[in-house]
């Protein structure tokens, strides 16, 4: 199958993945948690390459969802000590990051990883980088983790839809309904390690947050309805992958780069032209409230 | 060891290096602590990320690798990231910390768009344009340490100047307002300054970690002290140390990058902070904690155990 089609489909895949945990994390209000995880796993990342000196293992990926998990709880445990919230936030994904960086350039030589790769990912080479199970090419490896990686996501959250909405908005009441909210927090936080890990070969750890918040925020714009919203979100995504491919095609550059900027304009769009909470339709109301109000 | 320290201290490219290290860890320490004092702290991270487009368009225009021209590319792009999560938060619902979430990937994912573009378009002096994205202190030379000088040195008298006004915007801003003081003035203007020492640090540490020599510090320096201004100073002195050692370790390692290895020196001076400061340090409560309950126990009250 062309290159197109593979490159498309793991952005896709990626981009729904984190538009329907990115709802979740904007709702809870933990937009940087996402942010911390996807900077923390990548001394995961290097140490499980270093143990095992494959990329393709299933190790590498509990290691490194591991790691983001540590992360996770370390600034938990950072802010039950009464360090504030952010503050706890910086101090531990940057020493994670650069514990990793440390392990990635002290070993450059052993590790097939390339620190830019990391960041930034090289969605193009997807095509090449194939699964082979039993001799039979299966098609792109990151297809195959992205795929599974969104099919746990869609499991975990159609199971527990209910629990997973409750905890979002109103923590207290979960409490009160006998909902393990602490379980459901972690559980969220270690699927969105997971898909940190899944897409970091493909849109590089910082995009990886762009795709986590921007649609999401996005969606939040448009609707009032959770159902709606992971729709919306979802669909943002995807939409940028498609536009963002394209625009990459044509000016030459990087494809997760472009398909981020491309989800931004959409947020600009939305921020601007929302029906329900966009500037101009509140400038409209304001002005119309303001003219009753001296017409009376 | 020590005479490869000696050695290092003796070569005057790795003086220089050190005293840029050392300046640019006093200075984002002092103004750290504001920042975490304000709970913005993790605005110098989305400030950081968003000087890469403003790199890339500078030079994109002049064609050449200028520090003072990647300086104020960078200027420009992480204000109007200010701008930006301002607007964001004031005219929709969405929150402070996705408003960041939002500018932070949205102008990174520009910035690397445009590097790439640069990159594959083939002219030949963008070479080591990436550098700037994990900073090497290696490289700063003579007269960026002079800049890296003359900044911080305006940074501490800014802070020294406006002390008494940036600490009343820290605790009580709605006092401030009260007493006629220009508030959002001044607000933007720690704003600005914050601007400024990122994008200095950002060739020294690079995009990711410049955030950590921002908060850890300051949080470390924290434990120690309820005063301002002692504050202030100890996170400058932890951040100066952190320079020193992450510019010494990596000097003397091979292969060794200097940013992450100074950042791994803040957390270690935040760990020892948090393990033994005096009264707020977890052993010191740990023990007052036993003192309250023995004097408890002596007193004939009821123990639970």
């Known amino acids: 199958m062309s290159s197109d089609f593979w490159i498309i489909l793991t952005a896709c895949l990626m981009s729904a993945a984190c538009g329907l945990l990115g709802c979740f994390l904007i709702l809870r209000k933990m ?31 509990i290691g490194a969802t591991a790691l983001g998990l540590l992360a996770v709880f370390l600034i938990q445990w950072l802010q039950n000590s009464g360090i504030q919230s952010d503050a706890s936030i910086g101090i531990i994904f940057t020493a994670l990051f650069a514990i990793g960086v440390i392990i990635i350039s002290l070993n450059a030589r052993n590790i097939d990883l390339d620190l830019d790769c990391v960041l930034f990912g090289e969605i193009a080479y997807v095509q090449w980088d194939t699964w082979t ?23 975990l959250l159609a199971l527990f839809y209910k629990q997973f909405k409750i905890s979002a908005f ?66 943002t995504g995807v939409v940028s992958s498609i536009i963002g491919y394209y625009t990459a095609y044509i000016l030459n ?4 780069g472009s398909i981020v900027t491309v989800a931004g304009i959409l947020f600009g769009i939305a921020f601007v032209f929302s029906p329900k909470h966009g500037v101009l339709i509140r400038r409209l109301r304001q002005r119309r409230s303001q003219g009753t109000a001296i017409a009376e | 060891m020590w005479n490869t320290i000696g050695a290092l201290i003796l070569d005057p490219n790795v003086r220089w ?69 301002r607007w964001i938060t004031q005219y929709s619902r969405i929150k402070q910390d996705a408003a960041m979430g939002i500018i932070l990937s949205f102008f990174f994912g520009v910035g690397v768009l445009l590097l790439t573009h640069i990159q594959h378009s083939g002219d030949g002096g963008q070479s080591g344009l990436d550098k700037y994205l994990f900073g090497q202190a290696a490289s700063m030379m003579q007269s960026d340490v002079y800049v890296l ?16 006004l940036f600490k009343l915007i ?88 200097t940013g992450p290895v100074t950042v791994l020196a803040a957390t270690v001076f935040f760990a020892i902070s948090a393990l033994c400061a005096p009264r707020r340090g977890w052993l010191a409560k740990l023990w007052s904690r036993k003192q309250t309950k023995e004097q408890w126990q002596r007193q004939g009250g009821i123990s639970h155990e």
């Open chain 1, 31 to 61: 937009a940087l948690i996402g942010d911390a995880i996807s900077h923390a796993v990548l001394p995961g990342i290097a140490i499980a390459f270093l143990l095992s000196g494959t990329r393709d293992s299933l190790a590498m990926m």
């Open chain 1, 133 to 155: 199970a039993n001799g039979i090419d299966m098609g792109p490896r990151s297809v195959w983790m992205l795929g599974s990686a969104l099919l746990i996501i869609l499991l």
């Open chain 1, 170 to 235: 109103d923590p207290a009441m979960a409490v009160a309904c006998g909902i393990p909210v602490m379980l459901f927090h972690y559980l969220l936080m270690g699927m969105v390690s997971m898909t940190s890990v899944a897409s970091f070969e493909s849109v590089g750890a910082i995009l990886v947050v762009g795709m986590l918040i921007i649609p999401a925020s996005t969606a939040y714009l448009l609707t009032d309805r959770l159902g709606r919203m992971l729709m919306y979100s979802v669909l």
């Open chain 1, 253 to 256: 550059a990087s494809i997760a």
């Open chain 2, 17 to 85: 290096i050190i005293v840029g290290c050392m300046l640019l860890g006093l200075s984002s320490g002092v103004i750290g602590s504001f920042m975490v004092l304000r709970k913005q702290s993790l605005i110098g991270d989305a400030l950081a990320h968003a000087a890469l487009p403003g790199i890339c368009i500078a030079f994109m225009l002049s064609g050449v690798k200028s520090t003072g021209g990647f300086f104020i590319g960078a200027l420009v792009a992480g204000v109007l990231a200010t701008f930006g999560i």
């Open chain 2, 149 to 164: 000088a003359g900044i911080s040195l305006l940074m501490i008298v800014i802070c020294v100047a406006l002390f008494r």
């Open chain 2, 170 to 257: 820290s605790f009580d801003p709605g006092f401030a307002k009260g007493m006629g003081l220009p508030v959002a003035f001044l607000e933007q203007l720690l704003l600005l300054l914050t601007v400024i020492i990122v994008v200095a640090g950002i060739q020294a540490v690079g995009v990711v970690l410049m955030s950590a020599l921002l908060i850890t510090p300051a949080i470390a320096a924290r434990f120690w002290t309820d005063r301002l201004h002692i504050m202030v100073m100890v996170s400058g002195i932890f951040g100066a140390l952190s320079g020193l050692i992450g510019t010494l370790w990596s000097g003397m390692v091979s292969q060794l990058p």
